[in-house]
């Protein structure tokens, strides 16, 4: 089955820095890669997806690669502000959609982001 | 309301008793998952519903843990004769079906005693 790693399992910055948190797969058939941001004491909240056809995506100070061949992804926040604290977690799933266990994510351990002021 | 609703948002309970957890979809999502999220740890998938099809269980850790989903909607989760080992934040997530864009609550603390 699936298998994701990600680094670091902490990370602090200074304010207007940037973030870089990189994730490995093991399953070449994974095809969708999301990322969630994750408050204390909240769910989860999706930032941003990538699919395996996209190499590259961006929204506004966070962006996604994809590197299929090397099987890893990554996501970059420019810009640091302290409301950026947060878990932050990759995911990857071979869901076509309909049926079956293709649903669901298998999910990395996560990433504590601290932007310091 | 607009997002995943659970309830309740925190549950304390004695070993061996059974507890309920319920988890409200975003209105139209066909496919809904329910995750267990261990102190500092990431999202263990544990079951997933879509549409009418037959629920994939293949997470569930033990035969103490059930779900069903009524209606297409509302999703119950069930853990049986509660260990302390239990003790996590339970998380549902629902998607509309044919993408993958999960929403998820934010959670069920259960802690047993």
């Known amino acids: 089955g699936e298998n994701v790693e990600q680094h670091p399992s902490t990370l602090s910055v200074q304010e207007g820095d940037s973030a870089v948190i990189k994730c490995t797969y093991s399953?070449?058939?994974?095809?969708?890669f999301p990322w969630y941001k994750q408050e204390l004491g909240k769910g989860p909240q999706l930032i941003i997806d990538?699919?395996?056809?996209?190499g590259e995506k961006k929204d506004q100070r966070i962006a996604v690669t994809l590197n299929k061949t090397a099987k890893h992804f990554s996501l970059h926040i420019t810009e640091t502000q302290p409301e950026d604290s947060a878990v932050y977690f990759c995911a990857a799933s071979n869901g076509n959609a309909y049926g079956g266990s293709q649903g669901n994510l298998i999910f990395g351990k996560g990433t504590k982001l601290s932007v310091k002021p | 309301g607009a997002g995943v609703s659970q309830s309740p948002s925190n549950k304390v309970t004695e070993k061996g008793k059974d507890v309920e957890l319920r988890c409200d979809p975003i209105?139209?999502?066909?496919?809904l998952y329910w995750y267990r999220q261990s102190l500092g740890q990431g999202l263990e998938f544990l079951i997933y519903f879509q549409g009418n099809s037959a629920p994939d269980k293949s997470g569930l850790p033990s035969d103490r843990f059930s779900a069903e989903r009524t209606g297409g909607s509302v999703s119950t989760l069930t853990i049986q004769r509660t260990q302390q080992e239990d003790s996590a934040v339970y998380l549902c997530a629902s998607s509309l079906g044919g993408k993958l864009g999960q929403h998820f609550g934010d959670g069920t603390r259960l802690s047993i005693l």
């Open positions: 399953d070449s058939a994974s095809n969708y």
């Open positions: 209105s139209g999502h066909t496919a």
């Open positions: 990538i699919r395996s056809n996209v």
